[in-house]
Structure formats: structure tokens, C-alpha cells
């Protein structure tokens, strides 16, 4: 579980600071129907079910007890050029 701050301690809001259910990330998995089913088993909120894109990632999306998005899936990128 990966958690990015307690909803207990209300924080101020400033420079970079942002209250509970305002991010979102991408975590790249290399099974993600794997990890779809156990979110899914441990009660996890699916906002988009496990799904192949038109750019090659197989990936879904979750929203965590603070509101937060969190997209899992294949895809890494374009690859860097020199």
C-alpha cells in the first residue's frame, strides 16, 4: 500500500501542498491482472475496469479511501531517444 498522507491531521494548504482526494498516478505493473484481482478482492473501488488500450498497455484504475486515482498498467513510455 503505498499512502500519501493522513486524513486525521488536517494539513495547510500552500506551495505543493494539496488536500486528500486531489492526485493521481500511474504505477507501471508487469501483471496486471494479477493486481486487478486483488484489488478487487480486497474491496478496492475499480473506476475503470481492466482493459487493453490502443497504445499496448493492459491497465485499470482504482480510487484509494481519500479519493486519490491510481492507474496500474503496462505501459513504460516511449522509449528515450539520444
Known amino acids: 500500500m503505498v499512502r500519501r498522507g493522513a486524513p486525521e491531521r488536517p494539513r495547510r494548504r500552500g506551495r505543493g501542498r494539496r488536500g486528500p482526494g486531489t492526485f493521481g498516478g500511474y ?3 508487469g501483471r496486471p491482472d494479477e493486481l486487478c ?3 478487487r478482492a ?3 473501488e475499480i ?3 481492466l482493459t487493453d488500450t ?3 498497455s ?3 484504475g482504482v480510487r484509494d479511501p481519500e ?3 491510481w492507474w496500474f498498467g503496462t505501459y513504460r513510455g516511449e522509449p528515450r531517444t539520444a
Open 27 to 29: 504505477a507501471v505493473t
Open 37 to 39: 484481482a486483488r484489488a
Open 42 to 44: 480486497a474491496g478496492a
Open 47 to 49: 473506476i475503470k475496469e
Open 54 to 56: 490502443d497504445y499496448g
Open 58 to 60: 493492459r491497465e485499470f
Open 67 to 69: 479519493g486519490n486515482l
